[in-house]
């Protein structure tokens, strides 16, 4: 696995993959993902990015039940090993995965989910003439900070609703750029522990839901260059009560891995 860099450098490498300028404050996109995407695409760009964003999926976890991302680790060209930001909670760490910025600049730095005044790779991709769209959960934090762009946000009550719509999305090939978020790991860990039959439970869901998004995109996107990612926030760790917490300055928060898979255009 690759030398791990920050999490800031995820967004600019991702607008390098579909030849666009990265937002304002960026940092320097992710030298190996960049490279990534040149050899997978002979050079050429990316017209779809699909980012499946589950919760709280540490390394620590991936490492630990690998069994139990089975379908994802075969599925991947690359694993990309990241270092997220502190504090290492949900509305931090994915305003630094979609504005390159740390959170000093993007301007989060608790669990709060103001809408993000600074420049976003969503605005990046409306101002290149892109279509991006986000799905996720009612009152969770990426259903909250990017909104207020001219673009498409489907929120709903359930994790089977927004996959189920993304999977629709797939079939009718009308976006450029996709995000889909999902929560259940991340809700079941602080409840139970991160190690717990329920939450375990819930990362074998979201690697379900990710290969069947993968099988989706290789069926109805087969026009396209794209690439696909499985792409948490931040990690986990135990704390007293069996229950799970995540936010402190420690490997297992702050430490993640990301997978990735591109599929050139037939």
């Known amino acids: 696995m690759n030398e791990r860099k920050s999490l800031d450098t995820l967004c600019a490498a991702l607008c390098y993959a579909m030849g666009i300028d990265a937002p304002e404050k960026a940092n320097a996109a992710h030298t190996q993902l960049c490279e990534y995407i040149d050899k997978a695409f002979d050079g050429k760009k990316a017209d779809r990015i699909f980012m499946y964003n589950p919760d ?12 139990l991302l089975k379908g994802v680790i075969e599925r991947k060209d690359i ?4 270092e997220t930001v502190m504090p290492s909670v949900t509305p931090v760490c994915f305003g630094t995965m979609y504005t390159g910025a740390q959170p000093c600049v993007h301007g989060i730095q608790k669990y709060e989910k103001p809408v993000l005044a ?7 991709l409306i101002r290149s003439g892109k279509k991006p769209v986000i799905l996720a959960e009612n009152n969770c ?8 762009r001219e673009m498409e946000y489907f929120i709903y009550d359930s994790i089977d609703e927004l996959n189920a719509k993304a999977c629709e999305i797939i079939m009718k090939d009308e976006y450029d750029f996709v995000v889909v978020y999902n929560g259940n790991y991340d809700h079941i860990m602080h409840k139970s522990g991160p190690e717990s039959i329920g939450a375990l439970a819930e990362l074998r869901a979201n690697d379900c839901a990710f290969s069947c998004f993968d099988v989706m995109i290789k069926e ?15 990690g986990c760790h135990e704390i007293d009560g069996n229950c799970g917490s995540h936010g402190l300055d420690c490997a297992e928060d702050l430490h993640i891995t990301h997978f990735y898979k591109a599929y050139k255009a037939e």
């Open 118 to 124: 600074i420049d976003t790779i969503f605005d990046a």
């Open 141 to 148: 934090s990426i259903a909250k900070i990017f909104l207020e």
């Open 56 to 67: 709280a999926i540490a390394e620590w976890i991936y490492k630990k039940y690998p069994q």
């Open 79 to 82: 694993e990309i090993a990241y």
């Open 220 to 234: 109805h996107w087969k026009n396209h260059n794209t690439l696909l990612a499985f792409a948490m926030d931040h």
